[in-house]
C-alpha cells in the first residue's frame, strides 16, 4: 500500500520562528490533507491540497504532485501551534479512507 | 454549524468487557470512516460506510469489532470482550463522497 512518511519527526521551535514540515508518498494522489491534533487530540483541518499552494493566514501548504511531496509552512509560529502535525493521503482514487503518516510533533516555546 | 460529535468522550472498561462507541456525522455527509488512533502514531482506517452500506471493513483488527450505520447518519463501532491491546482513540470523520474529511473528538478507551 501506499507509504507516507512525515520529517521532521520531532521540532522544538522558539516563538516567532519560521518553518518547515515536509511529507512524502510513494505513490500518485489525488487528494491529500493536512490536520493539526491539538494537545486535546482533536484532529483541525488545515489544507485539503491535492496540488498547487495555498494560505491561510501564517500557514501555507505547497503540493508537487509529480514529486510526490507536499510542504507545510508555519510563519511565526505561536504557542498555540504547538500539537502535531499530519499529512494524509488515499490509497487510491475515489472516496476512500486516508492513510496518515505518524505525524511531526511541534513544540513553540515562549 | 455542528460538526463531528462522539459520545462517550472517556471510556474506561475492564477487560473482558462490551463497549459501544457512537458517532454523529455533520449533517448531509453520506461517508463516515472510523480511524483507531495509538499513543504516539498516526490514525489508522478502521472501517468505512457509504450511506448505510459498509463498503469497506478491512482495517478492523479482530472479529470482536463490529460497526452499523443502520440508517445511514449516526454510528456506532461496538467492541466485544474488550482487550487491552484495544486501548487508544478511536475517531470517527465523515465527507460528501471525494470531499474532504471531518474529525469528531475521539473516544478515548482505556481497557483495564
Known amino acids: 500500500g501506499i507509504q507516507v512518511e512525515q520529517s521532521p519527526p520531532d521540532l522544538i521551535l522558539q516563538e516567532g520562528a519560521n518553518s518547515t514540515l515536509r511529507c512524502n508518498f510513494s505513490d500518485s494522489v489525488n487528494n491529500l490533507q493536512w490536520f493539526h491534533q491539538n494537545p486535546w487530540g482533536q484532529l483541525i483541518n488545515l489544507f485539503y491540497i491535492p496540488s498547487g499552494t495555498k494560505q491561510n493566514g501564517r500557514l501555507s501548504a505547497t503540493t508537487v504532485a509529480t514529486e510526490r511531496y507536499s510542504l507545510l509552512y508555519i510563519s511565526s509560529s505561536q504557542t498555540t501551534d504547538s500539537g502535531v502535525y499530519f499529512c494524509a493521503v488515499p490509497p487510491n482514487s475515489g472516496n476512500t479512507p486516508l492513510v496518515f503518516g505518524k505525524g511531526t510533533r511541534l513544540s513553540v516555546i515562549a | 454549524g455542528a460538526g463531528v460529535s462522539q459520545s462517550p468522550r472517556y471510556k474506561v472498561a475492564k477487560r473482558g468487557q462490551d463497549v459501544a462507541l457512537r458517532c454523529d456525522p455533520i449533517?448531509?455527509?453520506?461517508?463516515l470512516f472510523w480511524y483507531q488512533q495509538a499513543l504516539g502514531q498516526g490514525p489508522e482506517f478502521l472501517t468505512y460506510?457509504?450511506?448505510?452500506?459498509?463498503?469497506?471493513k478491512s482495517g478492523l483488527p479482530s472479529d470482536r469489532f463490529f460497526a452499523e450505520r443502520p440508517e445511514g447518519s449516526v454510528s456506532t463501532l461496538k467492541i466485544q470482550r474488550t482487550q487491552q491491546e484495544d486501548s487508544a482513540v478511536y475517531l470517527c470523520?465523515?465527507?460528501?463522497?471525494?470531499?474532504?474529511?471531518?474529525f469528531g473528538p475521539g473516544t478515548r478507551l482505556l481497557v483495564l
Open positions: 460506510f457509504q450511506n448505510e452500506a459498509q463498503l469497506d
Open positions: 470523520a465523515s465527507s460528501f463522497p471525494r470531499g474532504t474529511q471531518y
Open positions: 449533517s448531509g455527509h453520506v461517508s
